[in-house]
Nanobody, 116 residues
Framework: QVRLVESGGGLVQTGGSLRLSCTAS????????MGWYRQAPGNQREPVAG???????VYGNSVKGRFTISRDNAENAVYLQMNSLKPEDTAAYYC??????????WGQGTQVTVSS
């Protein structure tokens, strides 16, 4: 059973950058989908970025051109590079993986706060 742990969140100023990491306790090489989601207080959890095991990526419209998702199967990790951060990006960010069995596994989340 894979367990996910996010890290890398913090407080940054507008225009700054952060790199989030999602480390799995087990192999992610067989996962069909890996992605990042975020949720701000009072809002629904929204997809931010995702990728397939084959390397195909997709991004939410609000982060296109600013965020980049990547993975390292050897290290069982998924990353989210966030540049040109805006106050609107403030949220709890969650890593998610869809296993080969069709199950979705979530991490506990890491807080990102962008000040103006």
């Amino acid at each position: 059973q894979v367990r996910l742990v996010e890290s890398g969140g913090g407080l940054v100023q507008t225009g700054g950058s952060l790199r989030l990491s999602c480390t799995a306790s087990g192999s992610i090489s067989s996962a069909s989908w890996m992605g990042w989601y975020r949720q701000a207080p009072g809002n629904q959890r929204e997809p931010v970025a995702g990728l397939t095991s084959g390397g195909t990526t997709v991004y939410g419209n609000s982060v296109k051109g600013r965020f980049t998702i990547s993975r390292d199967n050897a290290e069982n990790a998924v990353y989210l590079q966030m540049n040109s951060l805006k106050p609107e990006d403030t949220a709890a960010y969650y890593c998610a993986i869809r296993t080969e069995f069709g199950e979705t596994i979530w991490g506990q989340g890491t807080q990102v706060t962008v000040s103006s």
